[in-house]
């Protein structure tokens, strides 16, 4: 129940991350606030001999989805993810291997130790 004021919420995230929210709080009827705190900006370096040595790529954030498929084409690396959203979009954009961690940074170096091998190659983060 509330008093009568209009319930609103102030959403920061970055542009690209804010229209799921947006649309998940206008649906409790919760008016947002746009003001994200931070844009995300891709570097250029080349990343395609690191991608082709690498025995997967970790993704902690949707951000860093976007953010390699900006400067690399591959998408036959395997790629372990902190979690589920994160997860789906790597399957979007076209990665055919894709295991989530299901959480937080903690359970996804979990994930890493118990898929991994160090002497099968390096890690791209």
């Known amino acids: 129940m509330t008093d009568g004021r209009a319930r609103r919420a102030l959403v920061t995230r970055p542009a690209d991350d804010a229209a799921e929210i947006v649309a998940a709080l206008l649906d409790r009827g919760i008016e947002a606030v746009l003001a994200p705190m931070m844009r995300?900006?891709?570097?250029?370096?080349?990343?395609d001999a690191d991608a082709a040595r690498a025995q997967a790529v970790l993704f902690t954030s949707r951000n860093g989805v976007r953010a390699f498929c900006a400067i690399c084409d591959r998408r036959d690396v395997p790629v372990l993810a902190v979690g589920d959203s994160t997860a789906r979009l790597a399957v979007e954009c076209g990665f055919g291997s894709v295991e989530s961690a299901g959480g937080d940074s903690a359970d996804l170096a979990r994930l890493v130790a118990a898929r991994l091998q160090p002497a099968d190659g390096p890690l791209l983060h």
């Open 40 to 47: 995300v900006v891709p570097l250029d370096p080349d990343i």
